[in-house]
Every structure is written in structure tokens, then in C-alpha cells.
């Protein structure tokens, strides 16, 4: 990890696209000759972040100029998924076109946008698809597209893909007094510093990162996130304006306890309320579960991810008054219903395992997800309220195996979430039955689900009428077996998280 200084401005660099009428068409009947087997190269993938001083914003811009050889990858790269969340980005400019093998430029019209949904239901998280034209073997797609962050952080830069990739290039574009740390990871890429003349009465350097020849990742099933395998760089602020704002783990414990542990929120309200709901329960465990199930039904999820802008968690009292409330929203109320009945409890927050492994050389807000520690007769237990079906004690299969972030435990903030033994995530299938003179077998077939194969089926199934059910299980029977049949068919359990 090193601390990106500034320097004198001499000369300006200005990175931008040529767009279908420049470098692509040198591209149209080139060939490499490290890669001929290879389905589709990407010939240029260039990244930049760019500070925006006056608004303290970023610029994120990403261009790519792919070479199809094949067919067969069409369905997987004639078209393009670009996410964003707009409670803190928005794509500012989008272009894209497809140059055929003749080197005729057919402009994308076709672009969509979709709200991501996940169990939970949906969150800020918007995607726009953008669909390639006239694709044929030999031809160039090409697509630049820039999103503005009010976080002012630049995004990191993975320099490995599933193609080989001829040159992959990432620039941080920086005023003067501003600086940052990176830290490269599973590889070291060139770098070097381009330095630039006064613009606006700022000085300006551009720090250049980058990989040529980059052969491609191999898919294996179960392999790690590709953050974790390929070559990268990911960057924390140090300076802005000359201003020290460099953290280490320790001042992010403390501001993140002066967050999440605001002695405003408890409030004899709250208290009260904690006391309703636990009235009959006598023991820690059982009022604990009590609560745990108010926050997780009767408090609606809205995902909301955890932005800059979205570090800040609403009053406890608030969250019960509106009835909703995004992951860290149900995780700081939780927190305090447990500690008005005298119940250890902490707030968590958690990088997922699908987003790949905490980055502890960098000190930063690395995390995407809240939940719970609780304490209980000496036992720790993880609570996640926000999902409708996972038992107490449960978490989803993206939450273990990672290091969470205790707020509030002390220094002994970082905790390891060890994943569950494998009967833990179960499914069971006994078949009696008796052959008859025909040779048809008949019987009974009970199938039971564990841990997070019962939260899936739970999930699925709630939703379901009785007829949808009985259809899904026939057609589930059915894919062993074409030829069976159901004559009766009973479910039970559905709504006994414990069970």
C-alpha cells in the first residue's frame, strides 16, 4: 500500500474515447496470434476515475472494444449489463455500436433498464442492457459509459476477464491536495505517472495503472469471486484538499460506534415497547427470539445498499413508527430491543462473501450488508432480520466464511463467521414403498429440508396457493422420475422457522 503524491503540471493528458471512426477499425482484420483458439478477445478495456472538485464527486468511466471470432459467445457478450445505484450514481453518458467485418457502424438503439430484485424484494439498484446489433464472426463491439458517484472514492479496477485481454488500463485523474492509498492485489500491473498542465486553477496528475497480453480467467464451478483471484487495484482516500482524512481500523471502529450505538436511540419509548413484546417470555433466548420475529416480519425490508450517503442508520423509534427500514435500519433496532432487556448485543456489518473477501490492508467502508451479535448464556449467535425465513441463529450462505465487523465490541472488532457443517444445509429423501404384481411401485416419499435449503423452499413455497405447490412437487418428483405420479400430497412446517 503506498500514498499517491502529486506533481508539478507540465503537460495535459486528456483520456477519451475515438469512438467507431478510430481506433477500432485498425482492429477489423487483426487477428492475435497468442490466442487462436480463443472464442472472442477484448482488444482495449480502459477504466478512469476522475475527481469532480467543486461537488466532490467521481466520474467513473469504463470503455471496451471486444473482437468476436466465434458464434458461440454471441449469447454471452451481445449484450451489456451495466449496474449502478441511483439513492448515490447515475449514468451520465452511454454509447455503444457494433462494426461489422466490412467496417459498416451500426449504432446500439436498443438499450433497457431493469430493477435488480432478490429475495428480499427490491432494492436501489438499477441495470441498464444494452443489446448489440448485426452481430456476425469478425465483428467489433465497442461501448463507453460513464457513471458519476457522490462518493468520492474512485472504484477499484480488475485487469482479468474471462477473454484474453490484449491491454487493460486503469487512470486516476486527481487534483492537487488530493491523494490516495491503493494496494494492488494477485498481480502488479505497470505504473506510471502522466503529468498534467493547470486546468481551472487546479493543478492535476494522472496515475496510471496497467496489464497487456492478460490471458483468460478460467470458469470453475464453486471458485471464488473473481475479485479474489484476479489481478486488481482498489484505492482509500488519504488527502483531500490537503486534509489528512487517512483511518485506520481503530477510528473506523469509533466513528462507526458513535454511528450505530448513539446513546439518543434508547429511549424509554423503545424500552417499553421491548417490554410489551417479551411479556410472558421469562427466559434471555426466548425474548430474544420474540424480538428477533417482530424485526423480521413486522418491519418490511427495503435495500437500500450502503453508500457513503447511506453509512447514517434511522432512530429505532422512527423504523417501529414507519414500519420499514433497510438492513442496517432493522439491525440498529434490533440491537436496542435486545439491550432494553438486558440482552449483549452488537451491531455487525459484513462484506458478503459474492463481493469477495474484506481487504483488511485497506481500512475502509468495505462492507455491503448489517447484521446482529447477540450473546446469550455465553454463546454468540449471528441474527440477519432482514430475511423473512431464516431461522434464529441462521444466516444466508454469503455470510459465512467471511470476517465481520463488531461495532462497539472494543478492539476486538474483527470476528470470524465460520461456515456451518454440511448436514447443517440438508435435504433428506425416504421412499417406502411396495412393488405390485405389475411391477408399478407405490408408496409414500417424504422429503425434510435443512438450514438453507429450507429457507429456499420456504421462500418459494409461501407464495404459492395449494394448487401451485402440489404442481411444483409433482414436477420436481417428475424430473427423477417422468413416469411417477401424486395422488396426495401434504406440506407441513412451512411457517415454524425452528422446526
Known amino acids: 500500500m503506498r500514498k499517491l503524491l502529486l506533481y508539478p503540471i507540465i503537460l495535459l493528458v486528456v483520456s477519451c474515447s475515438t469512438g467507431p471512426m478510430g481506433r477500432a477499425y485498425r482492429y477489423l482484420t487483426y487477428v492475435p496470434s497468442d490466442y487462436p483458439k480463443a472464442k472472442a478477445v477484448i482488444l482495449l478495456e480502459e477504466g478512469e476515475s476522475m475527481i469532480e472538485v467543486k461537488t466532490l464527486s467521481v466520474f467513473h468511466r469504463v470503455h471496451r472494444i471486444i473482437k468476436l471470432f466465434d458464434k458461440s459467445c454471441f449469447d454471452e457478450l451481445g449484450d451489456v449489463s451495466i449496474s449502478y445505484n441511483r439513492s448515490y450514481e447515475s449514468i451520465v453518458s452511454l454509447k455503444a455500436w457494433t462494426i461489422k467485418p466490412d467496417g459498416r457502424v451500426i449504432s446500439v438503439n436498443d438499450i433497457y433498464e431493469e430493477t435488480v430484485v432478490d429475495l428480499s424484494g427490491v432494492n436501489d439498484v438499477k441495470r441498464k442492457v444494452v443489446v448489440f446489433p448485426g452481430l456476425e464472426e469478425g465483428c467489433i463491439i465497442e461501448y463507453d459509459y460513464t457513471i458519476r458517484s457522490k462518493i468520492p472514492v474512485p472504484r477499484g479496477w480488475i485487469f482479468m476477464n474471462a477473454y484474453p485481454t490484449l491491454l487493460s488500463r486503469f487512470t486516476l485523474i486527481m487534483p492537487e491536495g488530493w491523494a490516495y492509498l491503493y494496494h494492488c492485489k494477485n498481480g502488479t500491473p505497470k505504473e506510471r505517472v502522466e503529468e498534467m498542465v493547470s486546468h481551472g486553477g487546479i493543478d492535476w496528475a494522472a496515475f496510471i495503472w496497467e496489464m497487456e497480453d492478460i490471458p483468460p480467467l478460467k470458469e470453475e464451478p464453486y471458485s471464488p469471486p473473481l475479485v479474489d483471484i484476479a489481478p486488481s487495484v482498489y484505492f482509500t482516500p488519504a488527502s483531500i484538499f490537503g486534509m489528512n482524512v487517512r483511518m485506520g481500523w481503530r477510528d473506523i471502529a469509533k466513528v462507526l460506534e458513535e454511528l450505530y450505538l448513539d446513546r439518543s436511540f434508547r429511549s424509554r419509548k423503545l424500552e417499553s415497547f421491548a417490554h410489551f413484546e417479551t411479556m410472558g417470555y421469562g427466559d434471555a433466548l ?214
Not at 450473546?375 to 425465513?389: A, N, Q, R, T, W
Not at 447443517?424 to 404384481?437: E, F, I, T
Open 286 to 499: 426466548s425474548k430474544a427470539k420474540k424480538l428477533y420475529s417482530f424485526v423480521q416480519k413486522d418491519i418490511r425490508y427495503v435495500a437500500i445498499s450502503l453508500g457513503l450517503g447511506g453509512w447514517l442508520p434511522t432512530p429505532p423509534e422512527e423504523v417501529i413508527d414507519r414500519r420499514y427500514g433497510d438492513c442496517k435500519d432493522k439491525a440498529v433496532l434490533l440491537v436496542n430491543l435486545l439491550r432494553s432487556e438486558g440482552i449483549e448485543a452488537y451491531p455487525v456489518l459484513v462484506r458478503t462473501r459474492d463481493e469477495g473477501l474484506l481487504d483488511e490492508a485497506i481500512p475502509s467502508l468495505q462492507f455491503n450488508h448489517a447484521i446482529v451479535k447477540a450473546v446469550i448464556g455465553g454463546k454468540s449467535y449471528f441474527l440477519d432480520p432482514v430475511h423473512e425465513f431464516l431461522p434464529f441463529g441462521s444466516l444466508m450462505p454469503n455470510c459465512y466464511g467471511i470476517k465481520a465487523f463488531v461495532v462497539g465490541a472494543g478492539e476486538r472488532y474483527f470476528e470470524d463467521i465460520t461456515v456451518p457443517p454440511a448436514f447443517c444445509n440438508a435435504s433428506k429423501v425416504v421412499l417406502v414403498g411396495a412393488v405390485n404384481d405389475h411391477g408399478s411401485l407405490k408408496g409414500k416419499m417424504k422429503m425434510q429440508f435443512s438450514g438453507y435449503r429450507a429457507v429456499l423452499f420456504r421462500s418459494i413455497l409461501s407464495r404459492l396457493s395449494e394448487e401451485e405447490r402440489f404442481k411444483n412437487f409433482e414436477a420436481l418428483l417428475k424430473s427423477y422420475r417422468p413416469e411417477a405420479n401424486i395422488s396426495n400430497f401434504e406440506l407441513s412446517n412451512l411457517g415454524d422457522l425452528d422446526s
